[in-house]
């Protein structure tokens, strides 16, 4: 089974909600990501974690917040947006981060998120 | 810094029609080469991982190439479902991070 979930399909909130993003993986894979894409354009990192430590965060704005309560899930928590956040938010799985695991990275489907 | 650059950026092939799609890629040291494919306002599909020069994989009509410098996903026959962006990736040795291309767009008309 290579099936990343996630959830809600899509996502329309104002600029003073909040909200969350949720992840989940059962392939037993000790990496999760999180993405964001915007229309044509391939995908941009925001965080990664290992072993549910956050491993890299890339300069993303804090009001993007990753939870990762334990090995199968990942949230991210979303305040105060701004309509450029509008994109599609991608959660990504692999086996590790060590030289050795395979790294091939599986990806849910995605949350379409609008921001107004 | 790495760097990946996808050609075409867009295909439009006739079904039946074979061509190749190319990445080249800049890396200090590769550990893994990645080909997906995307579906509009879905996930990447992971495809093939190509690790070494000269690797090859296949999968129905995609076979996936590697050399030091570039790989191609070739498509043998395709059918109008093969239509879709296909993402290349790269991963080097000191790095988690993956390196997208820009995608190549892939029409395939009946």
């Known amino acids: 089974d290579t099936e990343v979930t996630q959830t809600p399909k899509h996502l329309v909130m104002g600029m003073t909600n909040k909200k969350s993003l949720k992840c989940e993986q059962h392939m037993g894979h000790r990496a999760m990501y999180w993405y964001k894409q915007k229309a044509k354009k391939p995908p941009e990192l925001m965080f990664v974690?290992?072993?549910?430590?956050?491993?890299i965060n890339e300069s993303v704005p804090s009001r993007f917040s990753p939870e990762c309560p334990n090995s199968s899930l990942l949230n991210l928590h979303l305040h105060a947006l701004q309509p450029e956040d509008s994109a599609l938010y991608l959660c990504a799985s692999s086996q590790g981060l060590l030289a050795g695991a395979y790294n091939e990275q599986f990806f849910g489907p995605g949350t379409r998120l609008t921001v107004l | 810094e790495d760097q990946v650059t996808q050609s075409p950026e867009a295909l439009r092939l006739q079904e039946g029609e074979s061509s190749s799609l190319n990445c080249s890629y800049t890396?200090?040291?590769?550990?893994?080469l990645f080909w997906y494919r995307q579906d509009p306002g879905k996930g990447p599909e992971f495809l093939f991982t190509l690790y070494s020069a000269g690797e090859e994989k296949e999968k129905e009509r995609l076979k996936a190439t590697l050399t030091k410098k570039e790989s191609f996903l070739h498509i043998t026959a395709p059918k109008p479902e093969d239509s879709a962006t296909y993402l290349c990736?790269?991963?080097?040795?000191?790095?988690?991070?993956?390196?997208f291309g820009e995608g190549t767009q892939l029409t395939v008309n009946p």
């Open positions: 974690y290992s072993y549910e430590k956050l491993s």
């Open positions: 990736a790269v991963r080097e040795t000191s790095g988690s991070r993956l390196t």
């Open positions: 890396v200090s040291g590769l550990r893994g």
